[in-house]
């Protein structure tokens, strides 16, 4: 009962920056937490970032510093801006929902359809 929509990958430079954004709809009550995931060909899903409905972020290592997670609770929505893209971020982005706060994607029962974010050197 929760549908969530992604937008805004694309292909960027290395050095270049995209925004993605994500809207749930439907029961959001229980999308407490919202944040992303990324997955490569041949290897797991990964967390990258999540923000609970308070102020509380995470985010994996390799992102600190060039990633920023936010959201805008009015509007159920929640948005990745990354900068200083590399290679190695290119993936599919996924957006997840759930209650629980955690960099585990299994905690989580909604998620977006994907989108493709490629990084060329």
């Known amino acids: 009962q929760v549908q969530l929509v992604e937008s805004g990958g694309g292909l960027v430079q290395a050095g270049g920056s995209l925004r993605l954004s994500c809207v749930a709809s439907?029961?959001?009550?229980?999308?407490?937490?919202m944040g992303w995931f990324r997955q490569t060909p041949g290897k797991e899903r990964e967390f990258v970032s999540i923000?609970?409905?308070?102020?509380?972020?995470r985010y994996t290592d390799s992102v600190k510093g060039r990633f920023t997670i936010s959201r805008d609770n009015a509007r159920n929505t929640v948005y990745l801006q990354m900068n200083s893209l590399k290679p190695e971020d290119t993936a599919v982005y996924f957006c997840?929902?759930?209650?629980?706060?955690?960099?585990?994607?299994?905690?989580?029962?909604?998620w977006g359809q994907g989108t493709q974010v490629t990084v060329s050197s």
């Open positions: 923000t609970g409905s308070g102020s509380s972020t």
């Open positions: 439907g029961r959001t009550f229980s999308t407490s937490v």
């Open positions: 997840a929902a759930g209650p629980l706060f955690s960099t585990n994607p299994d905690v989580y029962n909604y």
